[in-house]
């Protein structure tokens, strides 16, 4: 399973910008996928997930509110809408397979899938004025 993220780009802060994740085979619906984050000097963090079974999804507390996930399954697509962008969302985006919490409804959790090595090359984001 190949991953390929596009839509980054530059913006000010407060402004938005929309990532989408796009699967070059068909995604099981059983997969969770989620958005990671590597700002400069970081380490690459998850910071939210869907589980495009149940629709659920999760956020790390910093994006909470601000971003939102969403999946279109029929189009193999998995999207970050971000809004309300500061300077500390800077970085390189990465969308991956994701743990699952097999209950029910099924949930998603912010680990990357271990299993999973094939990392595609992520997009870029940069907020500032």
């Known amino acids: 399973l190949q991953l390929v993220e596009s839509g980054g780009g530059w913006a000010l802060p407060g402004g938005s910008l929309r990532l989408s994740c796009t699967a070059s085979d068909l995604i099981p619906d059983y997969y969770p996928i989620g958005w990671f984050r590597k700002a400069p000097g970081k380490e690459r963090e998850a910071i939210s997930c869907i589980n495009r079974q149940s629709n659920r999804t999760a956020y790390t507390q910093s994006v909470s509110g601000r971003f939102t996930i969403s999946a279109d399954n029929p189009e193999n697509t998995v999207f970050l809408r971000m809004r309300y962008l500061g300077p500390d969302d800077t970085g390189v985006y990465y969308c991956?397979?994701?743990?699952?919490?097999?209950?029910?409804?099924?949930?998603?959790?912010?680990?990357?899938?271990?299993?999973?090595?094939?990392w595609g090359q992520g997009t870029e984001v940069t907020v500032t004025s």
């Open positions: 991956a397979p994701v743990k699952v919490l097999t209950i029910v409804p099924p949930l998603c959790l912010l680990e990357p899938d271990p299993s999973y090595d094939n």
